[in-house]
């Protein structure tokens, strides 16, 4: 399987893989409604950008929130949430692999 990284940042995988960045970017356009009285605004999430078509053998690397909006079975993201993901000074350093949206 190949893995593309459609983030803007290397993905390091706490087996010592570094999948760099490719150079392409997926976005999810947004708006933002105005703030209420408590200071509290909604989001609505738009289209998604920069996402090739499907190609057998690759996987694509994407935000989660992308990759939750469009749940294709190529895409994933980092797996951030996963109790194995290592942390420094609570900064994420590597994730064990990846989630599917």
Same mark, same amino acid.
């Given at each position: *399987? ?12 706490? !087996?010592?893989?570094?999948?760099? $960045?490719?150079? *392409? ?10 703030? =209420? =009285? !408590? &200071? +509290?605004? #909604?989001?609505?999430? &738009? @289209?998604?950008?920069?996402?090739? !078509? ?9 935000? &989660?929130?992308?990759?939750? $909006? @469009?749940? %294709?079975?190529?895409? +994933?993201?980092? $797996?951030? &949430?996963?109790? #194995?993901?290592?942390?420094? #000074? ?9 989630? %599917?949206?």
């Amino acid at each position: *399987m190949k893995f593309i990284n459609l983030t803007p940042h290397a993905i390091n995988l706490n !087996d010592g893989t570094i999948l760099p $960045a490719s150079g *392409m970017l997926c976005r999810i356009s947004s708006t933002h409604t105005d703030f =209420d =009285d !408590d &200071g +509290v605004c #909604d989001i609505q999430w &738009g @289209v998604v950008g920069g996402l090739p !078509d499907p190609e057998d053998g690759v996987i694509y690397i994407v935000s &989660g929130i992308v990759a939750g $909006a @469009v749940r %294709r079975p190529d895409v +994933v993201s980092p $797996a951030t &949430g996963h109790a #194995d993901t290592v942390r420094r #000074d609570g900064l994420i350093v590597s994730v064990p692999g990846f989630v %599917r949206g």
